[in-house]
């Protein structure tokens, strides 16, 4: 039952222009999974990375009966399942319709939706009712099937911290308007807060169209039978979702046509030519309402959640040291979300928001909590901001264990814990709260920086961080600045006590 695939492609850093894909989309999901060294990965979509407790306990039965028990969280704000037995597609496929996790097979890559985790709670306004929208208008349009698992729509409370992620299709909240911003462009264009969610998805329609004339005029093939995507129209309306039954998914693993194809090498925005993107902001812009020039904000100068409380009683916030959750600390996190607001709100930056109210002594007992379980609850902790691919051994690629290596960074203890085979799991439940330990990666609060096994650099975050990647030469340390990296420096294998230096020096700037 398990739907073979190829790795997923490496993020290219360049200069600017097109970045042609060759191949087809290769991002997993629920459907169709990856196999990994360690298993089949599952890569299950959460849009806006809004959660109930249900939900939450169904995740984390999948994990425990098809994989390895842990949750894995991206940086999109969607979970990971690793170690999936190659029979567990049908089974799998049924848990997650059961809980509501899969409301439609034919778009289950392509609900790519991030969303400011504190909107409602921080004085912001609530993003609930687009984000419902949203999901619907795409989950109820067959052109938007065909959108790639990497296209992404980001939902922003007006803060920044997600319109800086350089989604594709971004609304933003501003007074009783919403702005829409197409791609990483300064333009943004005025619509009427009801009709955000609509202009957003057929930017996104229109963006296929845009794709699929650029194809057939420059002879890319185009999967058989597949014409241009239409514009959803009533469908949307409608709400009509493609069958998201066990059956279905069956029939998607053994090769049977579930999703519309894709339709064109560009998987996202920034893909198309400058001439072509240019020209589909143009066209989205005549439908829309007055252009305003809107800079998208910096990833550094954005303000994402920071570990401990929201306000006095609002919500708790807790970072997730390397994105990976133990069952324990899963059944915590959802057990807390029970007791208080109901809900779990997933971070692009791989941390959870619990929202209340919390009485103020429950709030301080429950980060006490979470951090007796390993979580991260103060934002002073060594390790904000440092993240990691899966690494070796998990990922036949990886040219190193990466989160042992970071663990062993962020503890202070070298490279002994790599030699060891110690894991970064519980190098994490160590010292996610200790004070004074990984000083060497840098103060807390600076640039993130994320450890890659290999090239493709899977999960790295997004905007700007400093890149740490395995190379046969040594690892290599740049900073990485939207689609441009800087000069780098290398530093040998055996070098452990001066590649945290670097990583500290670089991290600092």
Not at 32 to 41: I, S
Not at 299 to 310: C, K, S, T, Y
Request: some cysteine; glycine content about 14%; aromatic content about 2%.
């Amino acid at each position: 039952m398990l739907a073979a695939m190829p790795d997923s492609a490496p993020s290219p850093v360049s200069a600017g222009g097109a970045s042609p894909r060759a191949g087809g989309d290769a991002c997993p999901g629920t459907l169709r999974l990856h196999r990994a060294d360690d298993g089949a990965l599952a890569r299950v979509r959460i849009p806006g990375g809004v959660l109930d407790p249900d939900r939450a306990d169904a995740l984390l039965v999948a994990a425990e009966r098809f994989g390895d028990g842990e949750l894995h969280l991206t940086s999109r704000g969607n979970v990971q399942l690793r170690g999936l037995g190659t029979e567990c597609g049908g089974g799998l496929a049924g848990l997650l319709t059961d809980a509501g996790l899969l409301p439609s097979a034919a778009h289950e890559r392509a609900r790519n939706i991030v969303a400011s985790p504190l909107a409602g709670l921080d004085g912001s306004p609530s993003l609930a009712g687009w984000l419902a929208e949203l999901d619907r208008l795409v989950c109820g349009s067959p052109a938007a099937a065909a959108l790639s698992g990497r296209f992404l729509f980001a939902l922003d409370a007006g803060g920044g911290d997600v319109d800086a992620l350089g989604a594709d299709v971004t609304l933003i909240a501003r007074g009783p308007d919403a702005l829409l911003r197409i791609g990483a462009g300064d333009e943004v264009f005025r619509v009427p807060a009801d009709a955000a969610p609509r202009a957003a998805l057929r930017a996104a329609e229109a963006f296929l169209r845009a794709a699929h004339r650029r194809a057939a005029a420059h002879g890319t093939a185009a999967a058989p039978g597949s014409g241009a995507p239409q514009d959803s129209g009533a469908s949307q309306d409608s709400g009509s979702r493609a069958s998201g039954s066990p059956a279905s998914a069956a029939s998607q693993e053994s090769g049977s046509p579930v999703s519309a194809p894709q339709v064109s090498a560009a998987w996202r925005v920034r893909d198309l030519p400058d001439d072509v993107r240019t020209e589909l902001v143009r066209s989205i812009g005549a439908t829309a309402g007055p252009a305003v020039r809107l800079p998208r904000p910096r990833p550094r100068e954005a303000a994402v959640p920071a570990p401990g409380p929201v306000g006095a009683t609002a919500a708790v916030s807790v970072g997730v040291p390397l994105g990976r959750l133990t069952p324990a600390q899963w059944r915590l996190l959802t057990e807390t979300a029970r007791r208080y607001g109901g809900e779990l709100r997933l971070t692009p930056w791989r941390g959870i928001v619990v929202p209340g109210p919390f009485p103020r002594q429950d709030a301080a007992e429950a980060l006490r909590a979470l951090a007796g379980a390993g979580l991260i609850t103060t934002a002073d902790s060594p390790w904000t901001g440092v993240g990691a691919c899966i690494g070796h051994p998990g990922c036949a690629k990886s040219l190193a264990d990466v989160r042992a290596e970071a663990g062993a960074v962020v503890s202070g203890e070298g490279s002994a814990a790599a030699a060891a085979g110690r894991s970064a799991a519980a190098a994490a439940g160590r010292s996610a709260a200790g004070a004074g330990a990984g000083a060497a990666v840098g103060r807390p609060g600076r640039l993130p920086v994320y450890w890659s096994g290999c090239e493709r650099r899977c999960g790295h975050p997004h905007g700007e961080w400093i890149d740490v990647v395995a190379t046969p030469d040594g690892h290599r340390i740049s900073h990485v600045r939207g689609e441009r990296r800087e000069p780098t420096t290398t530093v040998r294998n055996d070098d452990p006590a001066r590649l945290a230096a670097a990583v500290a020096e670089a991290r600092a700037l």
